[in-house]
């Protein structure tokens, strides 16, 4: 599934996403917890990598953090604006965020990753760990299944992992695990979460 594909496909139903998911109320609240309990622990500029519609981009911003997102779709960002004014929002590619090298103290993955081909994470990964300041923090949400397959999303073609591939992924990447999480909200598919720090080195 190629970037322009994925950008299509969201920005053909950005505005039908944004007025189901564009707020943090409609959220878990196991999520709404774990998102602002990792921000508390960040210090430096956050930065909401695939941002959406930018709901979560702000809730941070109104709990005090310095944040900024940045999205593929254009129509998410330009729903971004309108909807949520006071925060920062920008059009860009996971792969190549155009964030200066070492300037953020968190980087927020949050189902960003979800539609990226398993063979393009990595670079994904690299670019996280390139925009990350040593002992940055990364946090990242994901579907999770036993094994690696794609599945059909409501948007567009989606991934689903097994945590501990993903974990590895994360280490070959330059990151030092902290925690992995696993839960099952209520009428919604498995999910993983992996908190990660840039080593220092």
Do not use: K, N
């Amino acid at each position: 599934m190629s970037a322009t594909a994925i950008r299509r496909s969201y920005d053909a139903r950005a505005a039908e996403y944004a007025d189901l998911f564009a707020s943090v109320d409609a959220a878990p609240a196991d999520d709404v917890a774990e998102i602002r309990e990792w921000a508390a622990r960040c210090s430096g500029p956050l930065v909401d990598a695939g941002c959406g519609p930018g709901h979560w981009t702000d809730d941070l911003r109104r709990q005090g953090a310095e944040i900024s997102g940045f999205d593929l779709s254009p129509a998410f960002i330009e729903i971004a604006r309108q909807r949520f004014p006071h925060s920062e929002y920008r059009v860009a590619d996971l792969a190549r965020s155009g964030v200066a090298t070492a300037s953020a103290g968190g980087i927020l993955s949050w189902f960003s990753l979800i539609h990226t081909p398993p063979a393009e994470v990595d670079a994904v990964l690299a670019e996280f760990a390139r925009i990350l300041a040593p002992g940055g923090r990364l946090l990242l949400g994901a579907f999770a299944w036993p094994e690696l397959e794609p599945f059909a999303h409501a948007v567009v073609t989606a991934y689903r992992w097994p945590r501990g591939e993903l974990a590895g992924r994360l280490v070959s990447a330059g990151f030092e695990l902290h925690r992995v999480s696993e839960r099952t909200p209520e009428g919604a598919r498995p999910q993983c979460s992996l908190e990660a720090r840039r080593s220092e080195e």
